[in-house]
């Protein structure tokens, strides 16, 4: 399946630690407008388990056998053996994640914007941002590594 010489590691970089909670949102796309959402936030949102389990969760979930595949000489002069995709969503009141957005979408490889993208999607729902003890949808920002040797 993979040559040997690859090795697939999948880190995520967090600034926050975030959590997640049982109920998967496989399939649930909404377009939140960005006038509704809060800035300023007394606790950011999270994913429960922290690190570990989002790093567990995109093990799990992040399928890389397209971007290996198409990364020839061209693709790693172009994009590198490490990837970042800079992901920018919204966690909604009840722990949705949507409005995904992908900020730099011309430093990676098409294929790992899709496997991203599609590994998002099949996020379960996170613990919201908090103002004042009550949930608020806020937009946060995550960055998603996967180096390729």
Do not use: H
């Amino acid at each position: 399946m993979y040559s040997p010489n690859f090795k697939m590691t999948v880190l995520s970089v967090l600034f926050f630690i975030v959590c997640l909670t049982s109920k998967a949102q496989t399939g649930v796309v909404r377009n939140i407008p960005t006038d509704s959402l809060v800035q300023n936030v007394d606790d950011f949102p999270y994913f429960k388990g922290g690190i570990t389990a989002w790093s567990r969760f995109l093990q799990n979930n992040l399928d890389l056998t397209r971007t290996v595949g198409a990364m020839d000489s061209i693709a790693y002069i172009k994009y590198g053996s490490k990837q970042t995709a800079i992901l920018n969503f919204i966690v909604c009141e009840d722990g949705a994640i949507c409005n995904i957005e992908i900020e730099n979408p011309e430093k990676i490889s098409p294929e790992f914007a899709k496997a991203v993208l599609a590994t998002m999607r099949k996020s379960p729902q996170w613990m919201p941002a908090l103002v004042k003890g009550k949930p608020v949808k806020t937009r946060f920002r995550q960055p998603v590594v996967a180096v390729i040797e």
